[in-house]
Structures are given as C-alpha cells and as structure tokens.
C-alpha cells in the first residue's frame, strides 16, 4: 500500500510537472536531469535492492521519473579494481553523471588527485548536521584539505568497526569470568582480559602442542588506537602529523608484542580481517572481529558475546572503534553534482539507514548485553580512529605502517620501529596533503 501510494503520488507530480524535491536532510529544489544517463561504478550491485527482485524494488524506477533521468548503467568491477576504473573514467571525462561507490582504501588517492567533488560547496551545514552520528563524524575527520567528500546515509558507516568478540561456552568451561560482569562493573580492562586469555590458552589433549588459544591475531593499529594513541593526528591547525610516537602508541604496540611473543596467548595463524575461520573452530577465547564478519556466527558451534575494546592505562572507559568502509561519491566533474546528491538522498534515506542497521544488529547478536553495546556503539565511537591508510597496511613493509609491523615481527622494539619511520612518515603525509 505504501509502494502504491508513493507511485501515485509521483504520477500526480510528474502530471504537474513540478520536479521539486525535498529530502530528509535538505529542500534541493527543482531537479531535472534533462534526460542524461546515470552510470553506478561498484565493487558489488549495491542497487540491486532498487530494481526488481529487490528489496526495495520500484525505487530506482521512481526517482528516474521523478528527476527525468532518461537511463542508466552500472559498471560492477572487482574490489581492487574500482578505485583505478573511477580514476579512469574521470581522466577521460566519462564519470560527469556517476556515482562511485568506492571503498575506503581508494578514498585518500582520489582525493589527493581531486577527482572527488567537494560536496560542502552545494550543501549547506545543516545537510551535515542530519547525517547520522558516525557518518557526520567521519566526514569532518576525513576532511581533505578542508573539503567535505562524504553524504551518502546508505554508505556502509559501521561494517569494518571491531569489537571483541568472546566465546561464552569456552569461557564457562575453563571456569573464567564472564566479560559481560566484568563490563558491567567498570573492570573490562588489558589487564583483565590478557589474565583470562593466559588461563585459556593451553594444551587440551596432552601431546605438548597449544591447541586452544586465549585469543586470535588482531592488526596492531586497533591495539594503538584502543590504547588511546593513533597513527595519525591533526594539530590544532588542521594540519596532519605522524602521531604513532605517541606513548599511547607504542604501548599499543607492546601489548601486541606481549600477547603474541612474551605470553605467547594469540594464534599466530589466525587473523582478524576478513572473517576468522578458525575462530569459528570454538578454540579461541577472544577475537577481534570486525562488526560484518560477526554475522558468520550461524555457523559458530558456541555462543558468543560482543564487547567493546577494553580499558586501557591511558583511557578512561572501553572505546568502540569505528573503522572506516565504502562510501558513495560524486566525481570533480560532475556536471550536475546537486542532482546525484538528489538521488542518492531518494535512493538511501535516513529511514531506511536506521532500519539496515536494525537488521545489521540483529543479524549479529546472541544475548541482549550484545544488542545493548552495538546501540551503544553506533553512537559512541571514537571519532578520531580512522585510519589513513595511504601510510600502507600491517602486509606492506614498504610503506612507514607496514614496516613498523614487519620490524616489530623481526625483534625490533616498537620504540625504535616506529622511530625508524617517522621521517619518511611524516614525508608522505606532507606530500599527500601539500604541505
């Protein structure tokens, strides 16, 4: 009845030939595509939903009518290969009607080669203002040179934020403390959480071998950011420096080293990032899972919790890391970018934000103490923890970030690592933002 209604109400305003449109974050006026073709660049069919089959079939349909846009195309690309089709339409004047959706890894060099619109230009303080908390957040910390680029509220805010993640059936078993308790009553610490995993790491059927592990591995980055440090960070000026000098930092950095080679408590295998497959063997205590890789619990042979990062020595309560993931954009030469902001506020209004997220969460959680903290998260993660990931990830020793992981893995202490990097650091952010 609701599809219906809406379509005959776009029938009335197409009749009348009044093509203003009001979203929920703004009045744009009168849209009019004048019959130009909108081209979708993915790494996925992120607009299946709109057309039939979909979950919000007819939707795509109807903004078409309702902007006159007279088609459109969608060029799905590999995840490695998006950023450089983006790039490539854009050097060769194809992109003026696109809308990108690119991930996160592309966004620093898309914008250091202004191929991104500066949306701040078209949209007023009070657009921003209605995003929802962590995509507001996000677009001020990922200011390029003092330039907004996100606004979408369909875009995938809280997919890559981590969490521990906790096997309760493993837990009860060894006789440990329940995290959920420990949370509860101000003590979900480092130091709390190293002791349980030492407790369960152990050889359970006596052949010398460690076959249950207190934890999984982790990226080191959320253990400097947990710990309250960061990679990098913006002076009072705006300008970005190279911050992983920090004390915070490096005691991120010898918690990892600590669990991994002096306790010896976390796999040496088994990583966060894309999921945990041996995680999901039930021999883990702890892991640090990012929020969509929580959906696989359907297939976990054990209950499990969700918490935040724990308590550290530096920071006065657990933090809630928010990651980053992809977003959609609108190339520098759009020709008509206040449209393709039209459209992507009628494709994903904030309604339908709240009501994914709904499902997100309860696609993820066993317990209600989990429902509890990932509402709570969504509105308190810790806006200065995004990562700017043109300093490389923990697999390139190429680049300053990647070296420091690869140094402190071949028995360098974090200090010195990190000491090593910071100059050639602190180079390439300048060059990035033109200092």
Same mark, same amino acid.
């Given at each position: 009845?609701k599809?219906?209604? $809406?379509v005959?109400?776009? #029938?009335l305003?197409l009749?009348?030939?009044?093509?203003?449109?009001?979203?929920?974050?703004?009045?744009? !006026?009168?849209?009019?595509?004048?019959?130009?073709?909108? +081209?979708?660049?993915?790494h996925y069919?992120?607009?299946?939903?709109?057309?039939e089959?979909?979950?919000?079939?007819?939707?795509?349909?109807?903004?078409?009518?309702l902007?006159?846009?007279g088609?459109?195309e969608?060029?799905?690309?590999?995840?490695g290969?998006?950023?450089?089709?983006?790039l490539?339409?854009?050097?060769?004047?194809e992109?003026?009607? /696109? $809308?990108?959706?690119v991930p996160?890894a592309?966004?620093w060099?898309?914008a250091s080669?202004?191929?991104?619109?500066?949306?701040?230009?078209?949209?007023?303080?009070?657009?921003?203002?209605a995003?929802?908390k962590?995509?507001?957040d996000?677009?001020?910390e990922?200011?390029?040179?003092?330039? $907004?680029?996100?606004? +979408?509220?369909?875009?995938?805010?809280? %997919?890559?934020?981590?969490f521990? #993640?906790?096997?309760?059936d493993l *837990?009860?078993?060894e006789g440990?403390?329940?995290?959920?308790?420990l949370?509860a009553? @101000?003590?979900?610490?480092?130091?709390?959480l190293?002791e349980m995993?030492?407790?369960?790491?152990?050889?359970?059927?006596?052949?010398?071998?460690?076959?249950?592990? %207190?934890?999984?591995?982790?990226?080191p980055k959320?253990?400097?950011?947990?710990?309250?440090?960061?990679?990098?960070?913006? /002076?009072?000026? !705006?300008?970005?420096?190279?911050?992983m000098d +920090?004390?915070?930092?490096?005691?991120?950095?010898?918690?990892?080293?600590?669990?991994?080679? #002096?306790?010896q408590?976390?796999?040496?295998?088994?990583?966060?990032s894309g999921?945990?497959?041996?995680?999901g063997?039930?021999?883990?205590?702890?892991?640090?899972l990012p929020?969509?890789?929580? @959906?696989?619990h359907?297939?976990?042979?054990?209950?499990?919790?969700? *918490?935040?990062w724990?308590? +550290?020595?530096?920071t006065?309560?657990?933090?809630?890391?928010? !990651?980053?993931?992809d977003?959609?954009?609108?190339?520098?030469?759009?020709?008509?970018?206040l !449209?393709?902001?039209? *459209?992507?506020?009628y494709?994903?209004?904030?309604?339908n934000?709240?009501?994914?997220?709904?499902?997100?969460?309860?696609?993820?959680?066993a317990?209600?103490?989990?429902y509890d903290?990932?509402?709570?998260?969504?509105e308190?993660?810790?806006?200065?923890?995004?990562?700017?990931?043109?300093?490389?990830g923990?697999? /390139?020793?190429? $680049?300053p970030y990647?070296?420091?992981c690869?140094?402190?893995n071949?028995?360098?202490?974090?200090a010195t690592?990190?000491a090593?990097?910071k100059?050639?650091?602190q180079?390439?952010?300048?060059?990035m933002? @033109?200092y």
């Amino acid at each position: 009845m609701k599809r219906a209604l $809406l379509v005959t109400v776009l #029938v009335l305003v197409l009749a009348s030939s009044a093509f203003a449109y009001t979203s929920d974050r703004m009045d744009f !006026g009168t849209i009019d595509f004048k019959g130009a073709k909108v +081209s979708f660049v993915m790494h996925y069919d992120a607009i299946a939903q709109f057309e039939e089959g979909g979950g919000r079939a007819g939707m795509l349909q109807e903004a078409m009518a309702l902007f006159n846009i007279g088609d459109y195309e969608k060029v799905v690309v590999g995840w490695g290969d998006v950023g450089n089709t983006a790039l490539n339409r854009f050097m060769a004047g194809e992109s003026k009607y /696109d $809308l990108w959706r690119v991930p996160f890894a592309y966004y620093w060099s898309l914008a250091s080669k202004g191929a991104l619109f500066p949306v701040n230009e078209i949209l007023p303080d009070e657009y921003f203002e209605a995003l929802p908390k962590i995509t507001h957040d996000r677009n001020l910390e990922l200011a390029f040179n003092g330039q $907004l680029y996100f606004f +979408s509220a369909g875009t995938d805010d809280y %997919g890559h934020a981590t969490f521990v #993640v906790f096997n309760k059936d493993l *837990l009860a078993a060894e006789g440990l403390e329940d995290p959920y308790e420990l949370y509860a009553n @101000g003590q979900w610490t480092f130091e709390k959480l190293t002791e349980m995993a030492r407790k369960a790491t152990r050889d359970t059927d006596g052949d010398g071998i460690i076959d249950q592990y %207190g934890m999984s591995n982790m990226d080191p980055k959320d253990l400097v950011y947990a710990y309250g440090g960061a990679i990098t960070k913006r /002076d009072e000026n !705006g300008k970005v420096y190279f911050a992983m000098d +920090s004390e915070e930092a490096i005691a991120g950095l010898r918690q990892w080293v600590d669990w991994i080679r #002096v306790d010896q408590i976390a796999s040496p295998t088994a990583l966060a990032s894309g999921g945990d497959a041996e995680w999901g063997s039930g021999k883990y205590a702890f892991a640090f899972l990012p929020f969509y890789a929580i @959906g696989n619990h359907t297939n976990w042979p054990f209950s499990h919790g969700i *918490l935040p990062w724990p308590k +550290s020595p530096y920071t006065d309560e657990p933090r809630f890391l928010p !990651g980053t993931a992809d977003a959609w954009f609108v190339p520098a030469n759009a020709e008509y970018p206040l !449209g393709l902001v039209a *459209l992507d506020n009628y494709l994903f209004p904030i309604e339908n934000y709240y009501e994914d997220l709904d499902n997100y969460i309860a696609g993820r959680v066993a317990d209600r103490q989990a429902y509890d903290i990932l509402y709570t998260a969504v509105e308190n993660f810790w806006p200065e923890d995004y990562y700017m990931n043109f300093l490389g990830g923990r697999w /390139d020793g190429s $680049l300053p970030y990647g070296k420091v992981c690869g140094d402190i893995n071949n028995m360098i202490s974090p200090a010195t690592a990190v000491a090593e990097v910071k100059a050639s650091a602190q180079t390439i952010i300048d060059e990035m933002f @033109g200092y």
